[in-house]
């Protein structure tokens, strides 16, 4: 009787050793919670998930507490995004995928019809087969590399077989971006920088001009035909740092903007001068970055018509523009109202009373204050305009300036200052 006490008891101290060994997934621990990290994935549901571009979610499902791929995406179809957006961040996860399998995680993404994929707005952490892919890989394909951009060092790399769980992290903050794959740093470059910019026009993006210039955005999961599994999927949100006022424009030339159309943009004079061109079409001269939160002021002066705007949160393609317009126009033409540029038109016309603000043919100083779904505007001083309005909150990208179409325009522009706004934490 002794013996088979002492055994069950032994067994029992077994299994209780097992059990404590055995580490539990999709939870945080009280000291985690205390440093700000949420989860992604509890282990149980799609919570806090959907569908890219569209309602719902498919193709993704819970599988043995894990959140996995049905391996029946494409290059277009099989991306899910959470359900908030993350600007500065901490991002880990845990990560397995089938032989020969492809997939990524991307953040910052903009969601639109106008974006057929998230890679089309979004940098991607690669996740992939490195030694069973079907098809030779460069090495800014392999697992942990910025995808198409920034190679991981393989110097250093240690990526664990197909089967086996991998552990990656990655780490935007204001800018300074690091990857790490198994607890080791392997790619470490600077968002935005000339050098940066410089890189995304020479290959594969030069035919996606919004991507990777949002600071803030969802994150996407990618079915790219093959199954993969993730879990123990953990963020921790990090402060934006404060900001100085900078000029948009230099006074000598057009660093740091865009043209968009045949219409005519350049300097004389020390100043920003935009004029209507032979094709009498619309024209754009967009920032080469994106400005979400921000102050700005301009000043201007209407030498002829004087039809003109300043766009906020908006995207180019050719000389489409889509976004917001904070309206410079003739006398009597709504100056400091706010336009959407498709679907909705007129979202505040300035009261009439307000219209002897401008001063045509003089100097006129505009400010506009954007945070959020709130937008003010200033001519001169007054206030023309205070909306909230939740699509121009979920919305980013560039600010830019407008030639209207017709002909005979010419306005030109100096002082153009902006102060981003950090998100209040």
């Given amino acids: 009787m002794k013996k088979q006490t002492s055994f069950l008891t032994f067994m029992l101290l077994i299994n209780m050793l097992l059990f404590s060994c055995t580490e539990k997934q999709n939870v945080l621990t009280d000291q985690e919670k205390l440093d700000g990290w949420k989860l992604l994935f509890d282990g149980t549901s799609l919570n806090g998930w959907k569908n890219y571009n569209t309602p719902g979610i498919t193709g993704w499902f819970v599988e043995k ?37 492809n997939s990524g995680v991307i953040y910052h993404v903009i969601e639109g019809k106008k ?14 087969d490195d030694i069973g892919f079907p098809e030779k890989l460069e090495n800014w394909q392999m697992a942990g590399a910025d995808y198409a951009m920034h190679p991981a060092d393989a110097t250093v790399k240690k990526l664990y077989p197909v089967g086996e769980w991998n552990t990656s992290k990655i780490i935007f903050n204001n800018g300074q971006v690091e990857h790490w794959l198994n607890g080791i740093k392997i790619v470490d470059f600077v968002a935005w920088t000339p050098e940066w910019l410089a890189l ?27 199954k993969v599994w993730l879990r123990n999927m953990k963020i921790k949100e990090l402060p934006q740092k404060d900001k100085q006022a900078t000029a948009l424009f230099n006074g000598a030339d057009l660093s740091g903007w865009v043209a968009y159309g ?12 935009c004029e209507s061109g032979p094709d009498k079409g619309y024209g754009y001269l967009g920032t080469d970055t994106y ?44 100056s400091g109202g706010i336009y959407e540029s498709y679907g909705r038109g007129w979202l505040h016309q300035i009261p ?74």
């Fill in 65 to 101: 507490g894990t959140l996995a791929a049905s391996g029946t995406g494409s290059d277009k179809t099989g991306y899910i995004i959470t359900d908030k957006q993350y600007d500065n961040f901490a991002f880990t996860f845990d990560w397995k995928i089938s032989k020969g399998g």
């Fill in 200 to 226: 995304k026009n020479s290959g594969k993006w030069t035919g996606a001009p919004e991507y990777g210039l949002s600071e803030t955005g969802y994150i996407a999961l990618q079915d790219h035909g093959s």
């Fill in 115 to 128: 974006f057929a994929t998230p890679y089309l707005t979004g940098p991607e952490y690669q996740l992939i």
């Fill in 262 to 273: 045949t219409e005519k943009w350049f300097v004389q004079d020390s100043l920003l001068v």
């Fill in 291 to 334: 400005y979400r939160d921000f102050d700005l002021t301009a000043d201007f002066k209407q030498i002829s018509n004087g039809n003109s705007g300043i766009f906020f949160r908006s995207t180019v393609d050719g000389t489409k523009i889509s976004g917001w317009q904070v309206e410079v126009a003739p006398k009597g033409s709504d």
């Fill in 352 to 425: 009439d009373e307000l219209e002897n603000i401008l001063k045509p043919g003089d100097w006129n100083t505009m400010r506009v204050k954007v945070v959020g779904s709130e937008v003010t505007t200033w001519l001169n001083g007054q206030e023309m305009t205070h909306l909230n309005d939740s699509l121009i909150g979920k919305a980013n990208g560039r600010i830019a300036l407008q030639i209207h179409d017709g002909g005979g325009i010419k306005v030109q522009w100096k002082n153009l200052k902006i102060k981003p706004i950090p998100k209040d934490y």
